[in-house]
C-alpha cells in the first residue's frame, strides 16, 4: 500500500487541473455546481494542489442558507431527527403477534404481513393497518359503512360499560379499545 503525503490525491489519469490556464494534473476534488443529495453524489471539480488550496481558503459551506438552516446545518444530530426503519427500536415492524391466537405460526406471520399492506375496499378506499385492527376490535369486515360503524359501536358500549354490568369493571379495558377504535375509524377516509 502507498502512503501518500496529501490526503484526499486521486490518480488523475489524463485529467486536467479545472482551474483556468492550468495544464497541472487535477488529482484532488472538490465541490463542483450540483451539491450531493438523494439523487446522487453531485459533481465534483477537479483541480492540481495548489488551485485545490486556493478554492478550500474561500469555500463557504454555508452560503446562502439562511440563519435557521446554518443553525440546523450545525446541529450535532442534523440528519439523525427522524428514525429510519433500521435503526428504529421496532425495526419498522408494529408489534409481536399474539402466538396464542393462531394455531398455526405461519399464519400469525401472514396476518401480520396483510395487516402491513393496504387493504382496499370494494368503494375504492385503502384501509391502514391500524385502521383493520380497529375494524377488528369492533369485529366489524373491511366494507362497513359508517351507519354499521355507530350501530356496532353503540351497541359494544351498552355491553361493556359498568353501568349495564351492574358496576362490573372487568370489560373497562375491552370498552377501552373499542372507544379507541370507533374515534380512530370515524376519522378515516372510509367512513367519511
Known amino acids: 500500500m502507498s502512503h501518500d503525503r496529501f490526503h484526499g ?9 479545472d482551474a483556468p490556464g492550468c495544464e497541472e494534473p487535477g488529482e484532488f476534488r472538490a465541490p463542483g455546481a450540483r451539491r450531493p443529495g438523494f439523487d446522487g453524489p453531485g459533481e465534483y471539480r477537479w483541480f492540481c494542489l495548489d488551485h485545490v488550496r486556493a478554492f478550500n481558503a474561500g469555500y463557504d459551506f454555508f452560503a446562502g442558507m439562511t440563519p435557521e438552516e446554518i443553525f440546523q446545518a450545525q446541529s450535532p444530530v442534523h440528519g439523525w431527527e427522524r428514525e429510519t426503519r433500521a435503526f428504529s427500536p421496532t425495526a419498522g415492524i408494529d408489534s409481536a403477534p399474539r402466538w396464542a391466537d393462531f394455531a398455526d405460526p405461519l ?76 374515534q380512530l375509524l370515524k376519522r378515516a377516509r372510509a367512513f367519511a
Open 9 to 17: 490525491r486521486h490518480e488523475a489519469r489524463g485529467r486536467r487541473c
Open 107 to 182: 399464519e400469525a406471520i401472514s396476518a401480520r404481513a396483510r395487516m402491513r399492506k393496504p387493504a382496499e375496499r370494494k368503494d375504492g378506499h385503502a384501509l391502514t393497518g391500524e385502521e383493520r385492527r380497529a375494524l377488528d376490535v369492533l369485529g366489524l369486515p373491511l366494507d362497513s359503512d359508517r351507519r354499521a360503524l355507530r350501530q356496532r359501536y353503540s351497541d359494544l358500549v351498552r355491553r361493556y360499560h359498568p353501568d349495564r354490568n351492574g358496576g362490573d369493571r372487568t370489560y373497562e379495558t375491552r370498552l377501552q379499545g373499542v372507544v379507541e377504535a370507533y
